[in-house]
């Protein structure tokens, strides 16, 4: 079975600084995604990247960028020039590829504080 | 931007008492699924539902649950008999291509007393 990994329950970033967030995954698939969604105190699941894992090519959108390691099963999630808005927990996902409906499997999640 | 919707935002039940959450996916996706959060802990799968019927369906997802696409529209969960430890955030999602991230609705706060 799968499972998702996020080492770091906890994280702290201050305003306009750059923070890393940790995912490892254990799979024995190769065509799999790979995702992190935000989830503010509202509890709502943010969708903030996607990875597809044939893609050598790191995702980014906008302030919000992933380092990608397949081979060590590594998917961590940079956020640059954080903000306030950005407090939230965040979560890593991961889906195998190989069918329409496949569930997500997500890790612990890591609770981002930012400071002002 | 198409949305997921979820009725109610939140419903306590007492403990014995049929539930049923309801969901609205976006309308040209294909996939379904439920997920539950218990305060504090992470997301976890109950159930995916493809041409009405279910496809996957996690061990947590037992006989006192069930789901039903009614007429098209909605997605429903039920809940027949809630336990205290139903107790949860419950997440409606609907997903219309493999590789993309399913799009989450805003969440149902259930609590049992």
């Known amino acids: 079975a799968q499972t998702v990994t996020q080492s770091q329950p906890e994280m702290s970033v201050q305003e306009a600084e750059t923070v890393t967030l940790s995912c490892t995954y254990d799979?024995?698939?190769?065509?799999?995604?790979l995702f992190w969604y935000k989830q503010p105190p509202s509890r709502q699941m943010i969708l903030v990247i996607r990875?597809?894992?044939?893609?050598?090519q790191n995702a980014t959108e906008n302030r919000f960028s992933v380092n990608f390691q397949k081979a060590a099963k590594s998917f961590s999630l940079k956020i640059s020039d954080s903000q306030l808005g950005d407090a939230a927990m965040y979560f890593c996902?991961?889906?195998?590829?190989?069918?329409?409906?496949?569930?997500?499997?997500f890790g612990k999640g890591t609770r981002l504080s930012v400071i002002a | 931007e198409p949305e997921v919707t979820q009725t109610p935002s939140h419903q306590v039940t007492q403990m014995g008492q049929e539930v049923i959450l309801r969901c609205v996916p976006i309308?040209?996706?294909?996939?379904f699924y439920w997920y539950r959060q218990i305060l504090g802990q992470k997301v976890e799968f109950l159930v995916s539902?493809?041409?009405?019927?279910?496809?996957?369906k996690s061990e947590i997802f037992d006989d006192q649950f069930s789901v039903e696409r009614p007429d098209g529209s909605n997605f429903t969960l039920k809940i027949r008999s809630t336990k205290l430890e139903d107790s949860a955030m419950y997440f409606c999602?609907?997903?219309?291509?493999?590789?993309?991230?399913?799009?989450f609705g805003s969440g149902t706060r259930l609590t049992v007393v």
């Open positions: 990875q597809e894992a044939y893609k050598q």
């Open positions: 799979t024995s698939e190769s065509d799999y995604y």
């Open positions: 996902a991961y889906r195998t590829g190989n069918s329409g409906n496949t569930p997500l499997v």
């Open positions: 309308s040209n996706h294909l996939y």
């Open positions: 999602a609907s997903s219309g291509i493999v590789n993309y991230g399913y799009t």
């Open positions: 539902f493809y041409n009405n019927e279910i496809s996957e």
